[in-house]
């Protein structure tokens, strides 16, 4: 390929990243890769043009997907066979590109998010170590607690999704006939086991901690570790602070802010909502003086002062929320986020608001008994990075069985 020319990336220990262009699934991945690069790892880092600033930032080198005529849009997270298919059809629209520039970076280890199926095609067609990524709750049994969680909340969905399986199935065999895959499972598709799984979230919140295999290592909450590039944001030192964020993806459900602004309107509380895209259409209301609108705010800034969070029960937003002691009051729009706001509630860690009319009593109730156990603070709180870079450095030297 360089003819006498020295390949340029021979000299570094390269790790290539193939993350999933949704902030969820790239936030708590990127302080990993800023350790990383400080233990001298080239990190080669995959995602879409939007992320680049954020990657840059910490310290790894960004490459940009080419998806053709897809366009990835990260509300299908909620559409279990539409998601498969479109990862499939990603799969089969770019892979050629990404090993030939496999092949030239010459990794020594590919990480990729556990969505991110044409991360474990890579490596499995090049032979190379992969490990996989998971910012969300995954299994890779079926006959395990989370798929069965899964299955409940998905499953009134799959009929109206049942178009998709004949594209699944062709992009399948498209892919098989074209590329050593060592784990045909359906579950393959959408939560890729490797010899080394990763979790960037606690043990303590998964529905099936004590049944994962070995090859599965809790990092913790990685998310409480980024750099914000956003610093904007004033401190927000009012009384009684109240945060309202649906996250980035599931935020338009106008007719529960504007509950919000009607249950919240001249109380003693001081509301600040994260609205995302629906800023535009929010700004146009009578919204109340004690009610603060914004398209985004710096988390990490405002739990400091935050006395409850009505959040969908996000991971990381829960993750963020709970390491600084700040109770959550989970409204899910999905189902990830309904199978996280049922295990935050089992530890003792926020509530679930099941109707928009009950969001006074739930909100009062939970401020009155919320009494968390110190040592699931604390562990909500513990990123355990150091020993996550010595297990990657054993698992990248030691021989496959």
């Not at 969905?157 to 065999?173: D, H, P, S, V």
Request: aromatic fraction near 12%; proline fraction near 3%; glycine fraction near 6%.
């Amino acid at each position: 390929m360089y003819g006498n020319e020295m390949n340029p990336y021979e000299k570094y220990q390269n790790i290539v990243f193939y993350g999933l262009p949704a902030y969820g699934h790239i936030n708590p991945t990127l302080s990993l890769i800023s350790e990383l690069v400080r233990c001298n790892y080239r990190v080669i880092y995959y995602a879409s043009e939007e992320y680049r600033t954020e990657i840059e930032s910490h310290g790894a080198e960004f490459r940009a997907y080419n998806f053709g005529n897809a366009e990835w849009d990260p509300q299908i997270g909620s559409q279990i066979l539409k998601l498969a298919e479109l990862i499939l059809r990603f799969s089969n629209e770019q892979l050629e590109t990404l090993l030939a520039q496999v092949k030239e970076l010459q990794p020594i280890l590919i990480m990729h998010d556990t969505l991110a199926f044409w991360g474990r095609v890579v490596a499995d067609a090049m032979g190379i170590k992969a490990a996989s990524v998971n910012a969300i709750i995954t299994t890779h049994q079926y006959t395990s607690k989370t798929f069965w969680l899964y299955t409940t909340h998905f499953i009134g969905k799959l009929l109206f999704e049942y178009g998709a399986i004949r594209n699944i199935i062709k992009y399948q065999n498209k892919i098989y006939k074209r590329y050593p895959i060592k784990n045909h499972k359906v579950l393959g598709l959408l939560m890729n086991e490797e010899r080394l799984n990763i979790y960037t979230y606690p043990r303590l919140i998964h529905p099936d901690a004590d049944k994962l295999k070995n090859n599965c290592f809790f990092l913790g909450p990685a998310v409480i570790h980024r750099n914000d590039l956003y610093q904007g944001d004033e401190e927000y030192k009012y009384d009684n602070l109240i945060y309202v964020s649906l996250g980035t993806i599931f935020n338009d459900n106008i007719k529960f802010y504007k509950t919000i602004f009607s249950v919240f309107a001249n109380t003693k509380y001081v509301v600040v909502i994260s609205c995302g895209n629906s800023y535009g259409k929010l700004i146009k209301e009578n919204i109340p003086s004690n009610i603060i609108l914004k398209s985004y705010v710096n988390q990490k800034k405002i739990f400091k002062n935050t006395i409850l969070f009505i959040t969908a029960g996000g991971m990381n937003s829960i993750c963020e929320a709970v390491s600084n002691s700040v109770p959550c009051l989970c409204y899910p729009q999905q189902g990830e986020q309904a199978i996280n706001a049922k295990y935050l509630k089992k530890l003792g860690l926020g509530d679930i608001l099941k109707k928009e009319c009950e969001l006074m009593k739930a909100t009062e109730n939970l401020l009155e008994h919320y009494c968390p156990e110190p040592e699931l603070i604390r562990e909500f709180s513990t990123v355990y990075m150091n020993e996550l870079i010595e297990r990657l450095m054993i698992y990248i030297s030691e021989t496959e069985n």
